[in-house]
T-cell receptor, first 117, second 113 residues
Framework: AQKVTQAQTEISVVEKEDVTLDCVYETRDTTYYLFWYKQPPSGELVFLIR??????QNEISGRYSWNFQKSTSSFNFTITASQVVDSAVYFCALSEQRGGSQGNLIFGKGTKLSVKP | DAEITQSPRHKITETGRQVTLACHQT?????MFWYRQDLGHGLRLIHYSYGVHDTNKGEVSDGYSVSRSNTEDLPLTLESAASSQTSVYFC????????????FGPGTRLTVL
């Protein structure tokens, strides 16, 4: 069965620290897509990144980087030199193609990141 | 600019009442989704639609219904509200393929007393 696990419920760091948010997924599909969303205190959900199962290249966008490893079924998210504005709940999500699915997302339970000044 | 809106943003109702939450998108997306967010559960899929007149049940569909009469709207109805349906509800839309990201509305906070 498909599943996304974010084992870290809450993380607290001090500004400028690096922090990694873990995401482990389960799927029987060979074609799938992984996403990260950010939910700041204001409550909206903001798309951060998408990765497909055939592309294991790591991605870097400014202070954000993502490490996708199929061998360990993980799609971890690292924030370098964290800032107070990074404080949010971060969700990892999985989308499969099997069964005619057109993007139904299976979410992890989220990791609440608090960055203190 | 294209957007996705939800109304009302906050709603308090009583057990047993019928409640309808509106979702309207101007992206012209085929796919629309309803999720609920609860502490300790993340977001869970309630219902989804891949096009006009198409509706499907998600993981937690009991007590909810949707209908899709046009591309822009997917209203979510709670037939007889229960306290267990107190939650934050998010509507989302996407172009139509598994690899497309979903765009989320601002959410509706529903309290059932």
């Amino acid at each position: 069965a498909q599943k996304v696990t974010q084992a870290q419920t809450e993380i607290s760091v001090v500004e400028k620290e690096d922090v990694t948010l873990d995401c482990v997924y389960e799927t029987r599909d060979t074609t799938y897509y992984l996403f990260w969303y950010k939910q700041p205190p204001s409550g909206e959900l903001v798309f951060l990144i998408r990765r497909n199962s055939f592309d294991e290249q790591n991605e870097i966008s400014g202070r954000y980087s993502w490490n996708f490893q199929k061998s360990t079924s993980s799609f971890n998210f690292t924030i370098t030199a964290s800032q107070v504005v990074d404080s949010a709940v971060y969700f990892c999500a999985l989308s499969e193609q099997r069964g005619g699915s057109q993007g139904n997302l299976i979410f992890g339970k989220g990791t609440k990141l608090s960055v203190k000044p | 600019d294209a957007e996705i809106t939800q109304s009302p943003r906050h709603k308090i109702t009583e057990t047993g009442r019928q409640v309808t939450l509106a979702c309207h998108q101007t992206w012209n997306h085929n796919n629309m989704f309803w999720y609920r967010q609860d502490l300790g559960h993340g977001l869970r899929l309630i219902h989804y639609s891949y096009g006009v007149h198409d509706t499907n049940k998600g993981e937690v569909s009991d007590g909810y219904s949707v209908s899709r009469s046009n591309t822009e709207d997917l209203p979510l109805t709670l037939e007889s509200a229960a306290s267990s349906q107190t939650s934050v509800y998010f509507c989302a839309s996407s172009v139509g393929q598994a690899w497309n990201e979903q765009f989320f509305g601002p959410g509706t906070r529903l309290t059932v007393l």
